[in-house]
């Protein structure tokens, strides 16, 4: 009953801040009164434009979207959100499909090579203490570092994205996991010794529960990193992706279709970090 209030009490707050914002997004964005000179030189404007064969002055927006505008633009996009009218006009929809495969892509090869290597790295201080310098050097490149090399490589724009999400994702799963494998309590690797379990159903049955918690933490920061570096893989390449949508949409001068995808981009990232969170609690125990 405790959590129901308290989960209660913090919807409201979130729904009051919300309101908040729309308020003041609502009075920065209100048209201002203008004079009647201001008025008279908008009309000429208007009929000029008539006249040249486009449309009124005063339908293009150029300062910064209204929320009615914005609500417009979102009910819009919803509507028919996997259009497909050729290479630069795809739906939402399509666009996000695309970055979330190129994401899963990605992150299943990091976790197929850092898993394992975070294993290697946990159970063996000998090799932890070999790859260490190599994995030290190769963190901190930033991952669109990797762009250009990937481009002139393989020679494949999407490839590219899904080797620089690949960089991204493996150095948050791989520390994670050696350290979940090396911080295993001795008691029960004492226990399965003693027991004669092999390596491999000692891997399995004994240090892979123990360190599910934290490997399943490096899988979270890994999936919030590659989400971020998409978005900004795709600005560079080009073609499709939630990426290129915005940088495509922002060429067009859509300030509504921008705003629109970065709102997309931040409710799938908090949809993807809560299926990860979720996973940690299942995997987490109470000793």
């Not at 609502?26 to 201002?32: F, G, I, N, Q, R």
């Not at 208007?46 to 979102?74: C, H, N, V």
Request: glycine share 10%.
């Amino acid at each position: 009953m405790q959590t129901f209030k308290l989960g209660l009490r913090a919807a409201s707050i979130s729904l009051l801040l919300l309101l908040v914002v729309l308020l003041s997004w609502h009075l920065a964005t209100a048209p201002k009164e203008r004079g009647a000179a201001v008025a008279a030189a908008g009309s000429q404007q208007d009929e000029y434009a008539r006249l040249m064969g486009g449309g009124s002055a005063a339908s293009k927006t150029t300062g910064f979207p209204t929320p009615a505008q914005m609500g417009q633009t979102i009910v819009r996009q919803l509507s028919d959100p996997f259009y497909d009218n050729g290479p630069n006009d795809k739906g939402i929809g399509i666009q996000l499909a695309y970055s979330l495969g190129r994401v899963a892509l990605g992150f299943l090869i990091a976790a197929a090579v850092a898993i394992p290597v975070g294993f290697l790295l946990g159970m063996s201080p000998l090799m932890q203490r070999a790859l260490n310098p190599f994995i030290q050097i190769l963190k901190p490149i930033s991952p669109l570092a990797w762009m250009p090399l990937a481009l002139y490589t393989i020679k494949d724009s999407s490839i590219s994205g899904i080797f620089v999400i690949f960089i991204c994702s493996v150095w948050p799963m791989l520390m994670n996991t050696a350290f979940g494998v090396a911080s295993v309590r001795r008691d029960w690797l004492n226990v399965a010794s003693t027991l004669e379990v092999g390596p491999l159903r000692k891997a399995f049955l004994v240090i892979l529960p123990a360190a599910a918690p934290t490997i399943l933490t490096g899988m979270r920061i890994s999936m919030g990193i590659a989400w971020l570096v998409i978005v900004a893989a795709e600005m560079l390449v080009g073609g499709t992706g939630i990426g290129y949508f915005v940088w495509n949409e922002w060429n067009n001068l859509s300030l509504t279709s921008v705003m629109f995808a970065i709102l997309v981009i931040g409710v799938t990232g908090m949809l993807l970090d809560l299926f990860f969170a979720r996973l940690q609690k299942f995997v987490t125990y109470v000793e």
